[in-house]
T-cell receptor, first 116, second 111 residues
Framework: GAVVSQHPSWVICKSGTSVKIECRSL??????MFWYRQFPKQSLMLMAT?????????EQGVEKDKFLINHASLTLSTLTVTSAHPEDSSFYIC????????????FGSGTRLTVV | TQLLEQSPQFLSIQEGENLTVYCNSS?????LQWYRQEPGEGPVLLVT?????EVKKLKRLTFQFGDARKDSSLHITAAQPGDTGLYLC???????????FGTGTRLQVFP
């Protein structure tokens, strides 16, 4: 079946530094990838949609200059949290859409970011 | 404003009990999906419902899509401790494939 690999699974960084999270579709080409953020005991909130070869589309209220998304190939999207602050600490999850129809959303295992 | 509201928000029950989780919206969705998420992991797809009024069964889980495609329910029969987790409904609207998640229902089943 479709597999999405997300790395790292957890990261601790100092305030003011940048962190990159990778999302790879291992056995299919993902035309579209989605990035979500999940705070403790809450649901997933869509941050942005990334399409291969074009600029990402950000949801209202999400700072595009802070959360840089690059979808350089059909199997890789990256999310870079720039100048991270403690309030950016969260669980970040990516999802890839491979055009397999209604069930075609495959989720990564998530990245726990802690900014100290 | 959350497009998809789930109720209840929390549910704590004994093994063997039945339960129903609701997912409601004022918007029409072309399809709705139900996921279960364990702590520290990504959500795992349980089912997709497409047709208004559709009922799907997955062992002890029964999923229903409302006739107007604005709401859905998940019924679990004879809950087991292994059913514990965060249950999420999610939908994509119209011609967009953005998957929007519901507010979530956290279920705990005690042995």
């Amino acid at each position: 079946g479709a597999v999405v690999s997300q790395h790292p699974s957890w990261v601790i960084c100092k305030s003011g530094t940048s962190v990159k999270i990778e999302c790879r579709s291992l056995d299919f080409q993902a035309t579209t990838m989605f990035w979500y953020r999940q705070f403790p005991k809450q649901s997933l909130m869509l941050m942005a949609t990334s399409n291969e070869g074009s600029k990402a589309t950000y949801e209202q209220g999400v700072e595009k200059d802070k959360f840089l998304i690059n979808h350089a190939s059909l199997t890789l999207s990256t999310l870079t949290v720039t100048s991270a602050h403690p309030e950016d600490s969260s669980f970040y999850i990516c999802s890839a859409r491979g055009g397999r129809g209604l069930d075609g959303y495959t989720f990564g295992s998530g990245t726990r970011l802690t900014v100290v | 404003t959350q497009l998809l509201e789930q109720s209840p928000q929390f549910l704590s029950i004994q093994e063997g009990e039945n339960l129903t989780v609701y997912c409601n919206s004022s918007s029409v969705f072309s399809s709705l999906q139900w996921y279960r998420q364990e702590p520290g992991e990504g959500p795992v797809l349980l089912v997709t419902v497409v047709t208004g009024g559709e009922v799907k069964k997955l062992k002890r889980l029964t999923f229903q899509f409302g006739d107007a495609r604005k709401d859905s329910s998940l019924h679990i029969t004879a809950a087991q401790p292994g059913d514990t987790g965060l249950y999420l409904c999610a939908g994509a609207r119209g011609n967009t494939d953005k998957l929007i998640f519901g507010t979530g229902t956290r279920l705990q089943v005690f042995p």
